[in-house]
């Protein structure tokens, strides 16, 4: 095994990588006391100054699942269109609620065509299944591909003239907002890791740019979560690892987000205020608290398939979490993810059943965690020394300079104790590769901009390149 380098070494590394500031007032994000980022106009644009804070009605419980039907029945559904996915058809979760559907008499039909790691061809024909059924509610079972494709077919149902890229985020789409109210979304998880819940985010792969991008609005997020432990006892271990990492990096990531009255300008109309807001203390403590509970339940849950605590930890975990990050943001983990998973051409995870190349989101994001945090650890230090504390490493010395260094020591400990493949070389990639994961990632601006350091391209090729191997 190849030694890394000590705290120190990285630390002084990274006083170098970047000559330009990397405080907030010069980074890519509008700050007052910043004058190379102003409007061009005479006016001086107002820097934001209110956060809010949006999720889904949560309903925990063993057995929930089973009150489905009632709710359907007392929303007056009569045409509810069920997603789910090839495997999860075949499992108990799902019978659940058709069980609970039709004991309450409410009309339905079940889709069973979503892709694990959606695609923009895999959305519209789900889309379009949603248009000629015309539903009046939507019930989601299975993990964030599903939940995140009916918020799809939701979306593009009220808006039946709409054309795919309209609301995808710029630059890749036209961001346009949702200004009309939806139709009633009940999600049901299956895996304890995305979020998508208690979220307004819906992801996918457009293939044509070779890139991750999505749909990111309030509006989207369901009218109802319904978290039941019983539905996560089918995960294959490799699942509950991937879909554990999401949680870890979804928690770290909105932690250390550029803080909200620094991502940019107020909007004109707070129809256009992004859900992804930056930190703001509410995200700060349902993130905080998923953090804790990760660090403790994730290696007990991988390691022993009935620790039923462990995983019932992870549930409640997942949509802290998305909590969290559903109003504060993720920023360059899962912006590196993005093009990590969009240009895979060869990798097939372990446990995924797949009939193409497939690198699941929590893994990918979590690859490049470790260097992550060395580049963000000279901003707010004092965050970044507590999530190592956390992860359990003994910060009673440690200097401010070194948090990121630190930190990223301590994510290889956890990752590599889980095991994670040891850095996207695993995936295939070498440096050759680095400049087209580094076109791939530059166009997040939605997560990018959350970064609290300035980030392009030169910072985007660091991280990867010290992420070819984490061990």
């Given at each position: 095994?190849s030694?890394?380098?000590?705290?120190?070494a990285v630390?002084n590394l990274?006083?170098m990588v970047?000559?330009?500031?990397s405080?907030?007032?010069h980074?890519?994000i509008?700050s007052p006391?910043?004058?190379t980022?102003?409007?061009?106009s005479a006016?001086t644009?107002?820097?934001?100054?209110?956060f809010?804070?949006?999720t889904?009605t949560?309903?925990?419980?063993k057995g929930?699942?089973r009150e489905i039907?009632?709710d359907?029945a007392?929303?007056?559904?009569?045409?509810?269109?069920?997603?789910?996915?090839p495997?999860?058809?075949?499992?108990?979760?799902l019978?659940?609620?058709i069980?609970?559907?039709?004991?309450s008499?409410?009309?339905y039909t079940?889709y069973?065509d979503?892709?694990?790691?959606?695609s923009d061809?895999s959305?519209?024909?789900?889309?379009?299944?949603a248009?000629?059924y015309?539903p009046?509610?939507?019930?989601?079972?299975?993990?964030?591909?599903?939940?995140d494709t009916?918020k799809?077919?939701?979306?593009y149902?009220?808006f039946?003239?709409?054309h795919?890229l309209?609301?995808?985020?710029?630059?890749?789409?036209?961001?346009?907002?949702?200004?009309?109210?939806l139709?009633?979304?009940i999600?049901?998880?299956?895996t304890?890791?995305t979020?998508?819940?208690?979220?307004?985010a819906?992801?996918f792969d457009?293939?044509?740019?070779?890139?991750?991008?999505?749909?990111?609005d309030?509006?989207l997020k369901?009218?109802l979560?319904?978290i039941?432990?019983?539905?996560t006892?089918?995960?294959p271990?490799?699942?509950?690892?991937a879909?554990?990492?999401?949680?870890l990096?979804?928690?770290?990531?909105?932690y250390?987000?550029?803080p909200?009255?620094?991502r940019g300008?107020?909007p004109?109309?707070p129809?256009l205020?992004?859900?992804?807001?930056?930190?703001n203390?509410?995200?700060?403590i349902?993130s905080?608290?998923a953090?804790?509970?990760?660090?403790?339940?994730l290696p007990r849950?991988?390691a022993d398939?009935?620790?039923?605590?462990?995983q019932?930890a992870m549930t409640?975990?997942?949509a802290?979490?998305g909590?969290?990050?559903?109003n504060?943001?993720v920023?360059?983990m899962h912006?590196?993810?993005y093009?990590?998973?969009?240009?895979n051409?060869?990798?097939y995870?372990?446990?995924?059943?797949?009939?193409?190349?497939?690198?699941?989101?929590g893994?990918?994001?979590?690859?490049t965690?470790?260097a992550?945090?060395?580049f963000t650890?000279?901003?707010?230090?004092?965050?970044?020394?507590?999530?190592?504390r956390?992860?359990?490493a003994?910060?009673?010395n440690?200097?401010?300079?070194?948090a990121g260094?630190i930190?990223g020591?301590?994510l290889?400990?956890f990752?590599?104790?889980l095991?994670v493949p040891?850095g996207?070389?695993?995936?295939?990639y070498?440096?050759s590769?680095i400049g087209?994961l580094v076109e791939?990632?530059?166009?997040?601006?939605?997560?990018?901009?959350?970064s609290?350091?300035?980030t392009?391209a030169?910072q985007?090729?660091w991280?990867?390149e010290?992420?070819l191997?984490n061990?």
């Amino acid at each position: 095994m190849s030694s890394r380098p000590s705290a120190k070494a990285v630390s002084n590394l990274m006083r170098m990588v970047g000559s330009s500031c990397s405080c907030p007032a010069h980074s890519n994000i509008f700050s007052p006391s910043c004058t190379t980022h102003r409007h061009a106009s005479a006016a001086t644009p107002r820097p934001e100054y209110a956060f809010e804070m949006a999720t889904s009605t949560i309903r925990v419980g063993k057995g929930a699942t089973r009150e489905i039907g009632m709710d359907l029945a007392n929303l007056k559904a009569k045409r509810v269109m069920v997603f789910t996915d090839p495997n999860i058809a075949k499992l108990p979760p799902l019978q659940t609620v058709i069980e609970s559907i039709e004991r309450s008499k409410v009309g339905y039909t079940v889709y069973k065509d979503v892709r694990v790691e959606p695609s923009d061809k895999s959305f519209q024909h789900a889309i379009d299944a949603a248009r000629q059924y015309m539903p009046d509610a939507f019930v989601a079972v299975g993990g964030g591909s599903t939940i995140d494709t009916a918020k799809a077919a939701n979306l593009y149902t009220v808006f039946g003239d709409a054309h795919l890229l309209d609301f995808v985020n710029a630059p890749l789409g036209k961001g346009r907002p949702v200004d009309r109210v939806l139709l009633p979304l009940i999600a049901v998880p299956t895996t304890a890791g995305t979020g998508s819940e208690c979220t307004g985010a819906a992801i996918f792969d457009l293939k044509d740019k070779k890139a991750k991008t999505g749909i990111a609005d309030r509006a989207l997020k369901p009218l109802l979560g319904i978290i039941d432990p019983l539905n996560t006892r089918t995960m294959p271990k490799q699942v509950r690892l991937a879909s554990g990492l999401d949680v870890l990096c979804h928690a770290i990531e909105s932690y250390t987000a550029v803080p909200y009255y620094l991502r940019g300008e107020a909007p004109a109309n707070p129809l256009l205020r992004p859900a992804y807001q930056g930190s703001n203390p509410i995200s700060d403590i349902w993130s905080s608290k998923a953090l804790q509970m990760v660090a403790k339940a994730l290696p007990r849950s991988i390691a022993d398939p009935d620790d039923i605590e462990a995983q019932e930890a992870m549930t409640l975990a997942a949509a802290y979490a998305g909590i969290g990050f559903g109003n504060g943001g993720v920023h360059l983990m899962h912006g590196c993810s993005y093009g990590i998973s969009g240009l895979n051409t060869s990798y097939y995870h372990p446990d995924y059943v797949s009939d193409h190349p497939l690198c699941p989101h929590g893994i990918s994001v979590a690859v490049t965690s470790p260097a992550v945090v060395e580049f963000t650890g000279s901003m707010y230090p004092e965050r970044h020394l507590e999530i190592a504390r956390i992860l359990g490493a003994d910060t009673t010395n440690a200097k401010l300079e070194d948090a990121g260094a630190i930190l990223g020591d301590a994510l290889r400990g956890f990752l590599r104790d889980l095991g994670v493949p040891d850095g996207i070389s695993a995936f295939g990639y070498t440096s050759s590769d680095i400049g087209a994961l580094v076109e791939s990632i530059l166009p997040q601006h939605r997560v990018l901009k959350l970064s609290p350091r300035q980030t392009g391209a030169e910072q985007l090729a660091w991280i990867l390149e010290r992420s070819l191997k984490n061990y």
